[in-house]
């Protein structure tokens, strides 16, 4: 008698999961939906990071509009096949030259900037030494590269210091923000690269919160702290941020670019940003070089907000006011867009457990009567909903 193998069993039911997971975030206060906003029914916006106000400036649109007129609405392939554009050279190397690097290379995005650089620079038999700050893009980038990764408590220098004297690896990487984009606080770059460069490693520093915003003219914190263009030094960016447009750079040697072109994969395998970005960028680029008050003036204004709600003055553009109750966050951040105001609302795992907070990114464009009002509208908020800030 021959015995029947039962075949697989077949379900349609095999992500029923999904849905008790959905309820124990909601029921943890960590479900999200995304918040449409409408070009008829603007609110102040306190929540984008849109540091200095480019996204809707006539220049950066003009620039905008002046690269699909002349290329298309996309750059319709790879760099590599025919995405990259006179625009795109001309991007990067006005890039380059802001930042006082030898080169740059701009991606489609932030997040691919930072996953190619550090895929391309660490991968098996390498060590990378990050720090609990860093960005997700940081974090995934190190998790794809597959060296040894090592976390250090965030900023502490002489902790990086301990690891790589330690190492057995004979290519070492450096992870950090330059501006954490949780809270704004700034990383020791100087000691950072001291570090690295006194233990035969390298060094990454995303400027995404401190471009436009810290350093001379707005150049970031790596130029603040005086090891723009050094060697062993890579610094990625964002062009979504202070520049109002889209996109991810990464700047250094000829010899890091050249790297980069032939091995990271989010470069050779993704579509070009599209002209229209880099359009917007390199107008917004040109503005802000022209205007260095714009870097100024976001300053002072994150220093009136701060000082309105009660917070520390801000070493950046961002003010974190934590509640910690998830729940109380989002009701907060409802109350104050309910009263006209957009704010940022971080919960896990933006942030750590027990710290979910509103995040309010201030912008060079708002004038004081506007930052006073949004203060009394968050502090009004809290209250609302009894919160207590820490």
């Not at 997971?21 to 206060?29: K, L, T, V």
């Not at 006539?58 to 392939?77: C, E, F, K, N, R």
């Not at 794809?144 to 002489?158: I, K, P």
Request: hydrophobic share 45%; glycine share 10%.
């Amino acid at each position: 008698m021959t015995t029947a193998i039962p075949g697989p069993v077949h379900t349609d039911e095999a992500l029923s999961w999904l849905v008790d997971a959905g309820i124990a975030r909601a029921e943890a206060g960590l479900h999200r939906e995304p918040y449409v906003r409408d070009a008829d029914r603007p609110l102040i916006n306190l929540a984008s990071n849109d540091y200095l106000g480019l996204s809707t400036h006539p220049d950066v649109i003009a620039g905008a509009h002046a690269a699909i007129d002349l290329w298309g609405t996309g750059s319709t392939s790879s760099r590599l096949v025919c995405g990259t554009t006179r625009l795109h050279s001309d991007l990067e190397n006005e890039l380059a030259d802001f930042l006082g690097a030898p080169a740059a290379l701009v991606f489609s995005s932030g997040y691919l900037a930072n996953i190619g650089a550090i895929t391309a620079l660490a991968g098996r038999g390498g060590l990378i030494v990050s720090d609990t700050g860093t960005h997700a893009s940081l974090i995934d980038g190190c998790r794809l590269s597959r060296a040894r990764v090592v976390v250090v408590d965030r900023g502490d220098h002489e902790a990086v210091r301990s690891v790589l004297a330690e190492r057995t690896e004979t290519r070492a990487l450096v992870v950090t923000d330059s501006i954490y984009s949780v809270d704004g606080e700034p990383a020791p770059i100087r000691e950072l690269y001291a570090a690295a460069r006194d233990h035969g490693a390298a060094l990454l520093v995303d400027e995404a919160h401190a471009l436009g915003v810290r350093g001379p003219g707005g150049s970031g914190l790596v130029a603040e702290s005086g090891v723009a263009g050094a060697p062993d030094l890579v610094v990625t960016g964002v062009l979504s941020k202070s520049f109002g447009a889209q996109g991810g750079l990464v700047a250094g040697s000829a010899v890091l670019r050249g790297h980069l072109i032939d091995t990271a994969r989010t470069f050779i395998f993704d579509t070009g940003l599209n002209p229209a970005a880099a359009g917007a960028a390199l107008a917004a680029l040109r503005l802000l070089r022209a205007r260095p008050d714009y870097p100024q003036r976001l300053r002072a204004n994150a220093v009136r907000l701060a000082e309105r709600c009660g917070a520390p003055t801000p070493s950046a553009a961002v003010i974190s006011l934590i509640v910690g109750d998830p729940h109380k966050a989002v009701a907060a951040a409802l109350a104050c867009r309910e009263r006209g105001v957009l704010v940022g609302c971080f919960r896990p795992p933006s942030v750590e457990p027990g710290t979910s907070r509103l995040r309010l990114t201030v912008r060079a464009d708002l004038d004081d009567a506007t930052l006073d009002h949004v203060g009394d509208v968050v502090l009004e908020a809290l209250r609302e909903v009894g919160a207590t800030v820490r």
